[in-house]
C-alpha cells in the first residue's frame, strides 16, 4: 500500500477552503492501494475544523488518516503583504514539527485536486529539498519588474527557476541535513515581497526538480500567459497543453472563486464544491456571484499604489 502524505498550513481565516481542499485530495487519490495521511499545521483560532475535515476525509476514503497540529506561529512577526497572512511561513515548520516524516506534499488550500497525485508522489528527490513547477516570476518583464527589490541579487542564480511554492513536495530528511531553519529563521525577518515563496528560492538554489505545470495549474492564467512561457523557455508546448486541457491541480492563486464566482476557471471550482453535499453551506454562492471583481477606478488606483511601493505582480 502507498501513503501520500499531504500537509496544509492555514489560520481561521481558511477553514472554509481547507474543507473544500481535502475532499478533493481525499477524493482523487484513494485507490484499492493508495491512501493518505493529512496534517493540517494551523493556528489555535483554526483547531475548532478538525472533526469537520475528519469527517470530510473519512467521508472520501475510510482508510486515510488526517492529524492536526495547533500551534503558536513562530512566524507570528514575519513580514505580511498582498492579504497573504503570515499562516503561510508553517510550511517552514514542518521538518521540525513532523520528525518521523522524510518526506511531504505541501498545498496550499486555495487548490482543487482533479487527478490521482500517484505519480507526482513518486517523483525522486535524493539529493534535492524540493521539486515545484516553474513560476510567472521567471518571465522576463517581471523578472525585469522584481530585480531592484534590494534582496533580489540573492536569486540571481534562480532566473529562469524561480518556482511558485504553492504545491511543494519536499524532502524533509535533506532540509534536516542542510539544517536549512537557520536560513530561514534569518530570512523571515526582512521584508520579502513573496514572503516564504522567496525564502525557498534563495536557499534551495541548485537543490530543486522541476515539475511540469498540470501539477500547478495557476487559474489566472490564460492562452496567452502560457504562450510566453512556452516562448521563453519556462515550459514546453506540450507541458503547457497538458497543463490547459488535462490539469491535476487547479491553484487559485489571486482571485478566490468562493469570493468571485467569475474568476478564471472559478466554475470549476464551484462545479466541484455544488456536488459535494457535505459542502453545503459552506460557501456563500449568490454572495460570490454578485461580486465582479474592482472597478476600472479600483484596478487604477491598486495599481498606482504598488507602482510607488514596488508591490509588483
Not at 492529524?67 to 512577526?77: L, T, V
Request: hydrophobic residues 35%.
Amino acid at each position: 500500500m502507498e501513503t501520500i502524505k499531504a500537509a496544509f498550513c492555514f489560520d481561521e481565516n481558511l477553514t472554509g477552503p481547507v474543507q473544500a481542499t481535502a475532499a478533493s485530495l481525499a477524493e482523487h487519490c484513494a485507490r484499492a492501494s493508495v491512501h493518505c495521511e493529512i496534517h493540517c499545521i494551523c493556528t489555535s483560532a483554526a483547531g475548532y475544523i478538525e472533526e469537520r475535515l475528519r469527517q470530510i476525509v473519512t467521508a472520501r476514503d475510510p482508510k486515510s488518516l488526517l492529524f492536526m497540529h495547533c500551534i503558536d506561529n513562530p512566524y507570528a512577526d514575519s513580514y505580511e503583504v498582498r492579504d497573504i497572512s503570515v499562516a503561510t511561513y508553517l510550511r517552514l515548520t514542518l521538518h521540525k514539527l513532523l520528525p518521523e516524516v522524510d518526506k511531504i506534499l505541501y498545498m496550499d488550500v486555495d487548490v482543487l485536486v482533479l487527478d490521482s497525485l500517484l505519480p507526482l508522489w513518486e517523483t525522486p528527490l535524493t539529493g534535492y529539498v524540493l521539486a515545484a513547477v516553474r513560476g510567472t516570476v521567471n518571465l522576463a518583464d517581471k523578472w525585469e519588474w522584481n530585480s531592484d527589490r534590494s534582496y533580489w541579487h540573492l536569486m540571481e542564480g534562480q532566473k529562469g527557476n524561480y518556482i511558485n511554492a504553492g504545491i511543494t513536495l519536499l524532502n524533509l530528511d535533506e532540509i534536516r541535513r542542510r539544517d536549512l531553519d537557520r536560513q530561514w529563521n534569518e530570512l523571515a525577518k526582512q521584508k520579502l515581497y513573496y514572503q516564504d515563496q522567496d525564502i525557498l528560492n534563495i536557499t534551495c538554489q541548485g537543490a530543486m526538480v522541476y515539475l511540469p505545470p498540470k501539477y500547478n495549474r495557476l487559474a489566472y492564467m490564460e492562452d496567452g500567459d502560457y504562450h510566453r512561457l512556452v516562448e521563453e523557455g519556462i515550459c514546453t508546448q506540450q507541458e503547457y497543453e497538458e497543463a490547459v486541457e488535462r490539469p491535476v491541480i487547479l491553484h487559485y492563486a489571486g482571485d478566490k472563486p468562493w469570493n468571485r464566482y467569475d474568476t478564471n476557471l472559478g466554475a470549476i471550482w464551484w462545479d466541484y464544491v455544488n456536488r459535494q453535499p457535505d459542502l453545503k453551506g459552506v460557501f456563500d454562492e449568490k454572495k460570490a456571484r454578485s461580486n465582479h471583481g474592482p472597478t476600472l477606478a479600483d484596478r487604477a488606483v491598486r495599481k498606482m499604489k504598488k507602482l510607488l511601493h514596488k508591490e509588483k505582480l
